[in-house]
C-alpha cells in the first residue's frame, strides 16, 4: 500500500523504521514544525523529521492540520492509508483522505486510558497489565474501532520510562501486523465499549507532587509512574526533592513524610508502612542512589 506516516517523537521511530523495511511504500513522512525545544536554544526538527531526513523519505512539516493547503498536499499523495503514531488529533476532513481510512498505535488496551498518558497512568494506578492497541481513527479522540491488541505484563517495580521502550518497540511490530491485515483485508474490527472506558490526561508539575498521607502501594506506584519524566517530587528542607525509583519499604515506626535510615536503606513514611527510595536528585545535582544519598548527606526531616 501506499501509507502517509504522521508522528512527532521518539515514540513513533520504530514504526516508522517499520514500515520503510517492509513491502509498502512511504509517499510522505508529516512531522510537526521545528521549534525551540529548550530555554534560548535554537530550533530543532522533532525526532521523526530527523529520522524520516536519514531514511531519505518525502516529509511535509504542518503547523495548521485544518488549513486547505495541508489537505491538496495529502489528497495528491493518493495514499491507500494513513498511520498515526504519537501525533496531534486529525480533522475530520484529513481522516477520510486515504481510500482505506487512518489507523493510529496507541498504548494501552483500549478503551482503558484514552488520552495523552496512558503508559503513565497505567503504572500510577497499579495496572498490572497493560499493552497496545491500533484502531482506526474516527472523529472522537481514542474511540474507533480495534483491528488488534496485544497485552503485556507490568513489572512490580517498573518505571514508566522501561514500559514506554517496551511498548514502542512491540507496538511498532503490531502496528506493521495490522497494516498486512488491512492490505489484504483479512482482519474483525471490534467496536470499544465506551462505558469502561478510562481517562489518561497530560501530567502537569502539581499532579506530580507525591502526597505520603496515602497508602505505600500508592506511593510507590505514583513515583514510578512519573520516572523519568514528569518526575515525582516533595519539597525537603526547603529544597524540590525528585524521586525516579523506588520500592515497597520494611517495617519502620515513622510518620508519613518522615525520612529514616533503617539497614542502609532511605525509607519515608507513608499512611500504612514505608516506602525506599533508590534514586533520588536534589537541585543542582547528579541522580543519586539511597545510599549514595545516605552517605553525602544528612538525611533527617521531612518530606512534603
Not at 488520552?115 to 497512568?121: L, N
Amino acid at each position: 500500500m501506499n501509507i502517509v506516516f504522521m508522528g512527532s517523537p521518539e515514540f513513533a521511530i520504530p514504526s516508522l523504521e517499520q514500515i520503510h523495511h517492509s513491502e509498502h511504500t512511504i509517499k510522505a513522512v508529516v512531522s510537526n514544525v521545528d521549534k525551540r525545544r529548550g530555554r534560548g536554544s535554537k530550533k530543532s526538527p522533532t525526532l521523526v523529521k530527523a529520522k524520516a531526513l536519514e531514511l531519505g523519505l518525502p516529509l511535509i512539516e504542518v503547523d495548521d492540520l485544518s488549513s486547505p493547503q495541508f489537505g491538496t498536499q495529502l489528497k495528491a499523495l493518493e495514499a491507500d492509508l494513513f498511520v498515526v503514531v504519537a501525533f496531534r488529533i486529525l480533522p475530520t476532513s484529513v481522516l477520510n483522505i486515504p481510500k482505506k481510512g487512518s489507523i493510529n498505535l496507541h498504548a494501552s488496551l483500549l478503551p482503558k486510558y484514552r488520552g495523552a498518558a496512558p503508559i503513565h497512568w497505567a503504572i500510577i494506578n497499579g495496572e498490572e497489565e497493560t499493552g497496545c492497541t491500533v484502531f482506526f481513527l474516527d472523529e472522537k479522540v481514542d474511540t474507533g474501532n480495534i483491528i488488534l491488541q496485544q497485552k503485556t505484563k507490568i513489572g512490580d517495580n517498573e518505571t514508566t520510562g522501561e514500559l514506554y521502550n517496551r511498548l514502542r518497540d512491540m507496538g511498532s511490530e503490531l502496528l506493521l501486523e495490522s497494516i498486512h491485515k488491512i492490505d489484504s483485508e483479512d482482519y474483525t474490527l471490534s467496536a470499544q465499549d465506551h462505558s469502561i472506558a478510562t481517562p489518561a490526561p497530560k501530567l502537569f508539575r502539581d499532579d506530580c507532587h507525591i502526597d505520603f498521607n496515602k497508602p505505600a502501594a500508592d506511593v510507590h506506584n505514583k513515583i514510578r509512574g512519573l520516572s523519568p519524566f514528569p518526575t515525582a517530587w516533595a519539597n525537603w528542607n526547603g529544597e524540590k526533592f525528585n524521586m525516579y525509583r523506588s520500592r515497597l519499604g520494611i517495617a519502620a515506626n515513622i510518620d508519613p513524610g518522615e525520612l529514616l535510615v533503617k539497614d542502609d536503606k532511605l525509607l519515608v513514611g507513608c499512611l500504612d508502612g514505608t516506602v525506599e527510595l533508590t534514586e533520588v536528585q536534589l537541585p543542582g545535582t547528579k541522580r543519586l542512589t539511597g545510599e549514595e544519598l545516605i552517605r553525602g548527606y544528612d538525611v533527617e526531616g521531612v518530606l512534603n
